[in-house]
């Protein structure tokens, strides 16, 4: 248990359904993460924010929405998404002094 | 972009064996990070090194921040089934943003 949960764990979803992933921390952190990583590959980073503003957008296509409520929370809203982006979705969140990522246990997303 | 060369990419050992793993870049970092990722869990944080020259231990697994800040070494000794999984090290180039640069794994199998 490294204090950030996610949900769903698994995520079956077709191509023009909508769908949100869920992050949660409970280690006081003021960043979180999303990654997304796919098999024989280093993990991407997707979205950061820091103090509930977005500071990372690397370049990911707009069927991905992040949302950051508080510093506890992040959502990932997916819409219209491909085959293409079936992948592990991990969140991670770390603190300002050591900046050390913790991540969740990943939603396992297959986009059908 | 930047990226970390990891090696090697898989290693197939007895158990009892000692095992060593690297990670190379071309660029100069200021904290090294080494995670474990067992199969259906996101990665968890095994050892952090913030110093070149740092040598830090968890249990078996001792990690050293290298002298030129371009390199970082894993290394476990005397290798446990429970030990199987993929090992990534991660950088962090600047000092005031949590980001992480991750290596692209090395997957252990111990073989009992």
């Known amino acids: 248990e490294t204090g950030v949960t996610q949900t769903p764990r698994h995520l079956v979803m077709g191509m023009t359904n909508k769908k949100s992933l869920k992050c949660e921390q409970h280690l006081g952190h003021n960043a979180m993460y999303w990654y997304k990583q796919s098999a024989k590959k280093p993990l991407e980073l997707m979205f950061v924010y820091n103090f509930k503003e977005q500071t990372e957008n690397n370049s990911v296509p707009s069927r991905f929405s992040p949302e950051c409520p508080n510093s506890s929370h992040l959502f990932l809203h997916l819409h219209t998404l491909q085959p293409e982006d079936s992948a592990l979705y991990l969140c991670a969140s770390s603190g300002e002094i050591t900046y050390e990522q913790y991540f969740g246990p990943g939603t396992r997303l297959t986009v059908t | 972009g930047q990226q970390l060369n990891q090696s090697p990419q898989s290693m197939f050992i007895q158990e009892g064996e000692d095992v060593s793993m690297n990670c190379t870049s071309s660029?100069?970092?200021?904290?090294w990070l080494w995670y474990k990722q067992e199969p259906g869990e996101g990665p968890v944080l095994l050892i952090a090194l913030y110093k070149a020259g740092e040598l830090t231990s968890n249990g078996r697994l001792t990690a050293q921040f290298g002298i030129t800040r371009k390199d970082s070494f894993l290394n476990i000794s005397a290798s446990i089934p429970s030990d199987v999984g993929i090992y990534f090290c991660?950088?962090?180039?600047?000092?005031?943003?949590?980001?992480?640069?991750f290596g692209q794994g090395t997957t252990l199998q111990v073989k009992p």
């Open positions: 991660a950088g962090r180039r600047s000092s005031n943003t949590g980001k992480l640069i």
């Open positions: 660029s100069i970092f200021n904290t």
